[in-house]
């Protein structure tokens, strides 16, 4: 079980970017799906994550409304896509995988998940 996350860089403030989790070795829809964020320092924090069933949990109404989580099957990736960037966006993001009873749930605790992808950085300048 391999996640692959990719898509970070460098943007200014107001910016997009829309990052991507590649799994392998697994199929991703019969996992949930979490993105974490990290800055140093600092413990890592949930952002969003997508159910088995498509449903998407946002960690602050401040992402609900900038940030879309979302997956394509075919592709076998979850994507985060995120708008209105600010400086305070500005971490390391990860991706990682848990099983649930629940296809309806996903958590936002890093605890929750076993598999992690390395790790994308995303940089927001002011």
């Known amino acids: 079980v391999q996640l692959q996350a990719s898509g970070g860089g460098l943007v200014q403030d107001g910016g997009s970017l829309t990052l991507s989790c590649a799994a392998s070795g697994f199929t991703v829809d019969r996992y949930a799906i979490g993105w974490f964020r990290q800055v140093p320092g600092k413990e890592r924090e949930g952002v969003s994550c997508f159910s088995r069933s498509g449903s998407s949990r946002y960690s602050r109404d401040s992402m609900k409304t900038r940030f879309t989580v979302s997956r394509d099957n075919a592709k076998n990736t979850v994507y985060l896509q995120m708008r209105s960037l600010r400086p305070e966006d500005t971490a390391l993001y990860y991706c990682?995988?848990?099983?649930?009873?629940?296809?309806?749930?996903?958590?936002?605790?890093?605890?929750?998940?076993?598999?992690w992808g390395q790790g994308t950085q995303v940089t927001v300048s002011s």
């Open positions: 990682a995988a848990a099983r649930y009873f629940s296809g309806a749930y996903c958590g936002m605790t890093s605890d929750e998940y076993t598999y």
